[in-house]
Structures are given as structure tokens and as C-alpha cells.
């Protein structure tokens, strides 16, 4: 029935590796509050990720570079009580995993601890792999995540497309067998040519998913863009599902106009008194004395 909540089965890594076998698809979006959360799961999505994204799409930053633990944590444990039933990813922020290996597992620690995350992710290939595996050395789910990585955007040039030549493309084969290696349960593509996913998704054991890189094990994509909430830019790779913003601007148009002509609030939307009115009356003279 529409609109009905569903109860979901949460998902684990084991039906995510017999997936990838079976050749079902992962159907996963970013959510970062509760409604977002809730409503991905009533649908029955496979998994959630709170992406650091969450600094463009609800925290108005021009990249993700200024978000922080604090950010992710708040938004994660948001989103937790949004989906209890679904598989949900901490992504892990600028320079939370950068500086040390123990750094790395200390922060991933605090996703599971405080916000009740299955698993974290973190950008990067050969340069990551260290901390990669001391994650999982320390009993924490990784997912990688390689090609375009908004982290180090500056060092690609912007947030260009990756691995579309040759050269590049080797290095990006050579960065999802060191994620594989290092222990990592998945990976994910951003912005990489569908040739190319199709190679390592064929070639690695683990699931490989794609954010703009073409069909694989699954597919992700930022519910912002999706839905239509986020209007700075829209990536090729979107599939714009509903314009939401255009619904929500729409109905603050005809709620100003409402207010303004004094058709809002009518009858239907107070509250009227249970004594009678002149009790009420009585009351008033009381203070017009």
C-alpha cells in the first residue's frame, strides 16, 4: 500500500558478497537526517551512506574539505535512528584518517561507538592502504573508494573524470587491487569511464560499486541530486528522479500569498476555547482594568 512503512531486513557483508556472486544489484543513496533515512528505507534501499557530501548538499560549503568528525557523527547518528533496518555507511572526513594509521582506526571507532555505523569509507587507493588495513585489523568493515575522490579534488585538477586514458587508468586498476589487498570489503568507482569499471568489477572479488562509473555490482547516487533539493550544479551522471526544491519553493510561494491575503490560518487550522466565552470575556476585563 502507498505510503505504508515497510519492515526491512538489514542486510550484512555476507549478502552483499553473495549478491555480487548471484549478480543482483545494490540499489544504495546518501541520506543525512532522520526523514531522509526513514524514507530510504520504507523503500527498501539496500544501504545508506552519510556522505560527507552532506557539507555541499545541507551545510552550504563549497566542497566537503570543511566538514568534521562532529558533522559526520551528528549526521550519522541522525540517520541511524532514521533507518535502524538498513546497512548505513559513516563516510570518513577530510584529514580523519590522513595523518597516522592510528588516527585512522581511533575515528573509524568512533562511527561504530557513537553512531551505530556498520562500516566506514575513505578515499583513496595505494596511498590509503595502510590505514585501510589497520581499520580492519581492528575488526571495522572498509569500503574504499577510488577515481574521482572530492577529498584531493585539488590535486585532480577539479572534479573531473578519472582513468579515461590509459596511463590513468592502470593506476586506477593498480588502486582497487591494493584497496582489495588491504582488506577492504567493497570499493567504490566515482567518475570513471564504464569500460573500465567493467574490467575491475570482473576482476576484483569483492562488490564494486559505481557513483557515475557505469553499471557494476550496484549502483550509488547523493540524494540531493536525485531528488532535485541540490541546485548549485548537477553532475552528468544524475538521474534526477523528482525536483523536489521546485515542490518546496511552489508551496513557501503559496504560503507567503496565504498569509499575506489572510487566508491562512482560517478556522480549520486553530484551536478553539472550551470554556465559554463569557468566562473568557470576564477574563479579559480582568486585565483591562
Same mark, same amino acid.
Request: glycine residues 8%; negative net charge.
Given at each position: 500500500?502507498?505510503?505504508?512503512?515497510?519492515?526491512?531486513?538489514?542486510?550484512?557483508?555476507?549478502?552483499?558478497?553473495r549478491m555480487k556472486?548471484?549478480? &543482483?544489484?545494490?540499489?544504495?543513496?546518501?541520506?543525512?537526517?532522520?526523514?531522509? @533515512?526513514? =524514507?530510504?528505507e520504507q523503500a527498501?534501499? $539496500?544501504?545508506?551512506?552519510?556522505? $560527507?557530501?552532506?557539507?555541499? %548538499?545541507?551545510?552550504?560549503? +563549497?566542497?566537503?574539505?570543511? %566538514?568534521?568528525?562532529?558533522?559526520?557523527?551528528?549526521?550519522?547518528? @541522525?540517520?541511524?535512528?532514521?533507518?535502524?533496518?538498513?546497512?548505513?555507511?559513516?563516510?570518513? #572526513?577530510?584529514?580523519?584518517?590522513?595523518?597516522? +594509521?592510528?588516527?585512522?582506526?581511533?575515528?573509524?571507532?568512533?562511527? !561504530?561507538?557513537?553512531?551505530?555505523? +556498520?562500516?566506514?569509507?575513505?578515499?583513496?587507493?595505494?596511498?590509503?592502504?595502510?590505514?585501510?588495513?589497520?581499520?580492519?585489523?581492528?575488526?571495522? !568493515?572498509?569500503?574504499?573508494?577510488?577515481? !574521482?575522490? #572530492?577529498?584531493?579534488?585539488?590535486?585532480? *585538477?577539479?572534479?573531473?573524470?578519472?582513468?579515461?586514458?590509459?596511463?590513468? @587508468?592502470? &593506476?586506477?586498476?593498480?588502486? @582497487?587491487?591494493?584497496?582489495? &589487498?588491504?582488506?577492504?570489503?567493497?570499493?567504490?568507482?566515482?567518475?570513471?569511464?564504464?569500460?573500465?569499471?567493467?574490467?575491475?568489477?570482473?576482476?576484483?572479488? /569483492?562488490?564494486?560499486?559505481?557513483?557515475?562509473?557505469?553499471?557494476?555490482?550496484?549502483?550509488?547516487?547523493?540524494?540531493?541530486?536525485?531528488? *532535485? !533539493?541540490?541546485?548549485?550544479?548537477?553532475?552528468?551522471?544524475?538521474?534526477?528522479?523528482?525536483?523536489?526544491?521546485?515542490?518546496?519553493? $511552489?508551496?513557501?510561494?503559496?504560503?507567503?500569498?496565504?498569509?499575506?491575503?489572510?487566508?491562512?490560518?482560517?478556522?480549520?487550522?486553530?484551536?478553539? /476555547?472550551? $470554556?465559554?466565552?463569557?468566562? =473568557?470575556?470576564d477574563l479579559f476585563?480582568?486585565? &483591562?482594568?
Amino acid at each position: 500500500m502507498k505510503g505504508r512503512v515497510q519492515t526491512v531486513k538489514k542486510k550484512n557483508v555476507l549478502d552483499f558478497r553473495r549478491m555480487k556472486k548471484e549478480g &543482483e544489484q545494490v540499489a544504495w543513496v546518501t541520506a543525512y537526517d532522520f526523514p531522509m @533515512a526513514s =524514507f530510504a528505507e520504507q523503500a527498501g534501499m $539496500d544501504m545508506i551512506l552519510v556522505g $560527507d557530501s552532506l557539507g555541499m %548538499v545541507v551545510l552550504g560549503y +563549497d566542497s566537503t574539505i570543511p %566538514v568534521t568528525m562532529e558533522d559526520c557523527i551528528s549526521h550519522c547518528q @541522525a540517520v541511524r535512528r532514521g533507518a535502524p533496518n538498513t546497512w548505513v555507511i559513516g563516510d570518513m #572526513p577530510f584529514m580523519s584518517y590522513q595523518k597516522t +594509521d592510528e588516527q585512522a582506526v581511533e575515528n573509524a571507532g568512533r562511527f !561504530l561507538k557513537e553512531a551505530g555505523m +556498520d562500516c566506514v569509507k575513505l578515499e583513496g587507493g595505494r596511498r590509503v592502504a595502510s590505514r585501510i588495513k589497520a581499520i580492519t585489523d581492528a575488526g571495522i !568493515l572498509v569500503m574504499g573508494h577510488i577515481g !574521482l575522490t #572530492p577529498q584531493s579534488s585539488g590535486q585532480l *585538477g577539479g572534479f573531473k573524470a578519472q582513468g579515461r586514458d590509459v596511463s590513468s @587508468a592502470r &593506476e586506477l586498476i593498480k588502486d @582497487a587491487l591494493a584497496v582489495q &589487498e588491504a582488506g577492504a570489503f567493497a570499493i567504490l568507482l566515482e567518475a570513471v569511464p564504464p569500460e573500465l569499471t567493467a574490467f575491475i568489477a570482473k576482476r576484483l572479488e /569483492i562488490p564494486v560499486y559505481s557513483i557515475g562509473a557505469g553499471p557494476c555490482d550496484g549502483q550509488l547516487l547523493i540524494c540531493g541530486d536525485m531528488l *532535485g !533539493l541540490f541546485q548549485a550544479f548537477t553532475p552528468k551522471f544524475v538521474k534526477k528522479y523528482a525536483n523536489v526544491a521546485e515542490i518546496e519553493i $511552489d508551496a513557501f510561494r503559496q504560503y507567503i500569498k496565504e498569509v499575506k491575503s489572510g487566508e491562512f490560518p482560517s478556522d480549520d487550522h486553530v484551536y478553539h /476555547i472550551i $470554556d465559554s466565552i463569557e468566562q =473568557f470575556n470576564d477574563l479579559f476585563k480582568e486585565f &483591562e482594568k
